[in-house]
């Protein structure tokens, strides 16, 4: 992502009238992650993620389609759940990577203590979901539609 991108990506959500997007960023447990598969249709997964300020890091079992999806086509895009009227929308567009220095799922203490009660819920352990979602993936947001 340039710095230009980046910093008008910035302004976007430190606006006021984005809070509510900051907000669901920080605390929603799960996104939906958009990418190309081979035959150019659109794949979309729901995706447990966190974001740090500028790029959305998400963890996969090494062997989803959407891991072959961005290694031969890496736009992609992350969308969040909306209201029950979709009053507020977010969606970034942009590109991702397999991200082969982020570490462990268990090694990264903003992901642990996010995902420590949706976990229980989800009755799964961390060191097993740490193992099997082995893969980092990393999305570099080129463009966000806030609204």
Same mark, same amino acid.
């Given at each position: ?29 799960? *996104?939906?992650?958009?990418?190309? &598969? #081979? ?6 997964? /729901? ?6 300020? $500028? ?38 567009? *942009?590109?991702?990577?397999?991200? &082969? #220095? ?6 990264? /203490? ?6 420590? $009660? ?30």
């Amino acid at each position: 992502m340039t710095e230009f991108t980046a910093q008008r990506i910035r302004q976007a959500l430190e606006a006021d009238s984005a809070a509510w997007a900051r907000k669901h960023l920080a605390e929603d447990v799960v *996104g939906w992650l958009t990418t190309v &598969a #081979a035959d150019g249709r659109a794949q979309s997964s /729901p995706v447990s993620f966190l974001w740090d300020g $500028e790029t959305v890091l998400v963890y996969s079992k090494p062997d989803a389609p959407k891991i072959r999806n961005i290694a031969a086509n890496p736009q992609v895009s992350f969308g969040l759940n909306t209201d029950e009227y979709g009053d507020h929308i977010l969606v970034f567009e *942009g590109t991702a990577e397999v991200d &082969a #220095a982020a570490p462990p799922w268990s090694a990264n /203490p903003a992901m642990v203590a996010k995902f420590h $009660e949706p976990l229980k819920h989800w009755e799964l352990d961390e060191a097993e979901t740490s193992r099997d979602f082995s893969a980092s993936i990393r999305i570099h947001p080129t463009r966000v539609r806030a609204f």
